[in-house]
């Protein structure tokens, strides 16, 4: 079997980005990616908006021609997927890791296909992929969506939009634009800061006017399947005619695949332990890039800050001996 360099866990723009830092430097790797090529950008809405600009989602120095200032999710596949097939990336796709093993002086990883062994590995998987959930009854219903991708199912049904960040807003936006009556259930007093700054307006005119109707200080208690219950900020509960529950409600990394590959976890955010100088875990040769470094913080890293990573991980790999591992874990 074929001793790889590196082997990198998730084919998004940062597991891109540690591969072309890889080619670079003509290291032997290989990317194991879950579904496509950027697989959560193309599950992202259909008529998204990045809130970086094209030039700060750029990998491997190679520019990102957008025709707007803030380039949208099917540019970004464009860009992403193109650079994958000009540069002939190394990619498996529609291949899922199972499970990372440790032995001495290398690792196995094991996958839905095949077995690997290579001499580190990093792991750059995001976040997308396991909703937050609310934890309530009815969440299990058919009319429950964690994921939105565009509007038109929702027109002129009644909408419960569950939260106040970029997603909900969006959402309760393109829906209500669409013909659905939308109410957001928010649980804290105002829509989020971090809101991207040309929506923000849109969404408190359109609240403050009575076109979309708000409950802040509010909790979804339980769904039904014609109506759904929540608490208000009287701590009253309360019933409203419901046909579709959109739980925007935020994504979690795989906290059970990092803590099965010997990573620690810390705190009540579970942020994966890391050295930031290198992105190195507590085990040796295994490193994190991208957004999965936040725990569930995840506003804490994004494309256009771990870019970086790359370069910095690739950089500690080349300074080190290949190969030379120790049997306890680097604290």
């Given at each position: 079997?074929?001793?790889?360099?590196?082997?990198?866990?998730?084919?998004?723009?940062?597991?891109?980005?540690?591969?072309?830092?890889?080619?670079?430097?003509?290291?032997?790797?290989?990317?194991?990616?879950?579904?496509?090529?950027?697989?959560?950008?193309?599950?992202?809405?259909?008529?998204?908006?990045?809130?970086?600009?094209?030039?700060?989602?750029?990998?491997?120095?190679?520019?990102?021609?957008?025709?707007?200032?803030?380039?949208?999710?099917?540019?970004?596949?464009?860009?992403?997927?193109?650079?994958?097939?000009?540069?002939?990336?190394?990619?498996?796709?529609?291949?899922?890791?199972?499970?990372?093993?440790?032995?001495?002086?290398?690792?196995?990883?094991?996958?839905?296909?095949?077995?690997?062994?290579?001499?580190?590995?990093?792991?750059?998987?995001?976040?997308?992929d396991i909703p937050n959930l609310?934890?309530?009854?009815?969440?299990?219903?058919?009319?429950?969506?964690?994921?939105?991708?565009?509007?038109?199912?929702?027109?002129?049904?009644?909408?419960?939009?569950?939260?106040?960040?970029?997603?909900?807003?969006?959402?309760?936006?393109?829906?209500?634009?669409?013909?659905?009556?939308?109410?957001?259930?928010?649980?804290?007093?105002?829509?989020?800061?971090?809101?991207?700054?040309?929506?923000?307006?849109?969404?408190?005119?359109?609240?403050?006017?009575?076109?979309?109707?708000?409950?802040?200080?509010?909790?979804?208690?339980?769904?039904?399947?014609?109506?759904?219950?929540?608490?208000?900020?009287?701590?009253?509960?309360?019933?409203?005619?419901?046909?579709?529950?959109?739980?925007?409600?935020?994504?979690?990394?795989?906290?059970?695949?990092?803590?099965?590959?010997?990573?620690?976890?810390?705190?009540?955010?579970?942020?994966?332990?890391?050295?930031?100088?290198?992105?190195?875990?507590?085990?040796?040769?295994?490193?994190?890039?991208?957004?999965?470094?936040?725990?569930?913080?995840?506003?804490l890293w994004f494309i256009e800050?771990?870019?970086?990573?790359?370069?910095?991980?690739?950089?500690?790999?080349?300074?080190?001996?290949?190969?030379?591992?120790?049997?306890?874990?680097?604290?």
């Amino acid at each position: 079997m074929e001793m790889l360099d590196i082997l990198i866990i998730g084919g998004g723009p940062i597991g891109l980005n540690c591969a072309l830092e890889a080619r670079k430097h003509h290291l032997n790797y290989l990317i194991i990616e879950k579904g496509t090529i950027v697989n959560s950008l193309y599950h992202y809405p259909l008529y998204m908006k990045f809130f970086s600009t094209a030039e700060k989602l750029e990998i491997g120095e190679i520019p990102f021609i957008s025709a707007a200032t803030k380039p949208g999710r099917q540019e970004a596949l464009e860009y992403y997927q193109g650079i994958t097939r000009q540069k002939n990336l190394n990619i498996r796709l529609y291949e899922k890791v199972l499970n990372v093993i440790r032995h001495e002086g290398y690792f196995e990883i094991r996958t839905t296909k095949a077995s690997y062994q290579a001499k580190n590995v990093i792991i750059a998987t995001g976040f997308y992929d396991i909703p937050n959930l609310m934890g309530i009854p009815g969440e299990e219903l058919p009319k429950v969506k964690h994921y939105y991708t565009e509007p038109y199912p929702y027109a002129q049904q009644k909408i419960a939009v569950v939260g106040s960040s970029n997603s909900a807003v969006d959402a309760a936006l393109e829906t209500y634009r669409k013909g659905a009556e939308v109410t957001m259930i928010i649980r804290h007093a105002e829509i989020s800061p971090t809101v991207k700054y040309w929506v923000k307006p849109d969404i408190e005119n359109r609240i403050a006017e009575g076109s979309i109707k708000a409950h802040y200080h509010s909790v979804l208690t339980e769904i039904k399947e014609h109506s759904v219950v929540f608490r208000d900020e009287s701590g009253t509960l309360r019933e409203i005619d419901n046909d579709f529950v959109l739980a925007m409600t935020g994504y979690l990394p795989d906290f059970d695949f990092l803590k099965n590959s010997g990573i620690e976890l810390q705190g009540d955010c579970l942020n994966p332990f890391y050295h930031p100088e290198t992105m190195e875990t507590n085990v040796k040769n295994l490193y994190l890039a991208g957004v999965v470094c936040g725990g569930k913080d995840t506003h804490l890293w994004f494309i256009e800050n771990s870019r970086i990573h790359a370069e910095m991980i690739v950089n500690h790999i080349l300074s080190t001996s290949k190969g030379s591992f120790t049997n306890e874990p680097k604290m």
